[in-house]
């Protein structure tokens, strides 16, 4: 399996615009997350989904923010308009529930790295 | 808010010495995490914790887990330059298909 794919890696892009960020989780996962990275704040949980239903989104900052997953092997995150406060490292990230456990054990795309001008 | 908040921020050492970073948490938990993360890429799990365990060892890796103090420590033993990273800690309150609450990491530097 190539693992979680993240497009694009990079984006610039001016304030205003319309940004769409994609993400396709490992085959067999059925849990998908969007994060969010920056200096300041850490890692920071957007949106998750189980079974592609968003079972969570307090973590999205805005309405500008939206996601979604219409099928089990690809999500996305879009941004609209973008603002230079939007500028992070944006990662999707898979999972399948371990029994024992019950816990979830993420396995991360690359990131994509957005820069809003 | 940040579930797990890991100290140090940031620790140089030398190869071949080991490294002890901490984490600590404000809310019950199910199970801890700790993840390693390479400059320009994604977060890999490194281990898993659960709530009714006090000890775990992966290879170079000890993890400890003090659920009354809610903290827990990570181990490297006998580092190598390889293990240059950021580390976080991650808690899962809910378990199930809940997202992971992660820290601010520790930034580890092994100098060769």
């Known amino acids: 399996d190539a693992g979680v794919i993240q497009s694009p890696r990079h984006e610039v892009t001016e304030m205003g615009q319309e940004v769409t960020l994609r993400c396709k989780p490992i085959s067999g996962h059925n849990s998908l997350f969007w994060y969010r990275q920056t200096m300041m704040r850490g890692l920071e949980l957007l949106i998750y989904?189980?079974?592609?239903?968003?079972?969570?989104d307090s973590g999205m900052p805005e309405d500008r923010f939206s996601a979604k997953m219409p099928n089990a092997s690809f999500s996305t995150l879009k941004i609209q308009p973008s603002e230079p406060r939007d500028s992070a490292v944006y990662f999707c990230?898979?999972?399948?529930?371990?029994?024992?456990?019950?816990?979830?054990?993420?396995?991360f795309g690359a990131g994509s790295r957005l820069t809003v001008l | 808010s940040q579930q797990g908040e890991e100290d140090p921020q940031a620790l140089s050492i030398q190869e071949g010495e080991n490294a002890t970073m901490n984490c600590s948490y404000k809310t019950s938990i199910n199970n801890l995490q700790w993840y390693r993360q390479n400059s320009g890429r994604g977060l890999v799990h490194l281990i898993l914790?659960?709530?009714?365990?006090r000890e775990k060892h992966s290879g170079r890796l000890r993890v400890t887990l003090d659920t009354s103090k809610k903290s827990s420590s990570l181990l490297i033993t006998a580092s190598r330059a390889a293990d240059t990273a950021s580390y976080f800690c991650?808690?899962?309150?809910?378990?199930?298909?809940?997202?992971?609450?992660f820290g601010k990491g520790t930034h580890l530097i092994i100098q060769p």
């Open positions: 989904f189980n079974n592609n239903v968003p079972i969570d």
């Open positions: 914790i659960r709530s009714n365990e």
């Open positions: 990230a898979s999972s399948v529930t371990v029994k024992l456990s019950g816990a979830n054990v993420l396995t």
């Open positions: 991650a808690t899962d309150g809910g378990g199930g298909a809940d997202g992971l609450t």
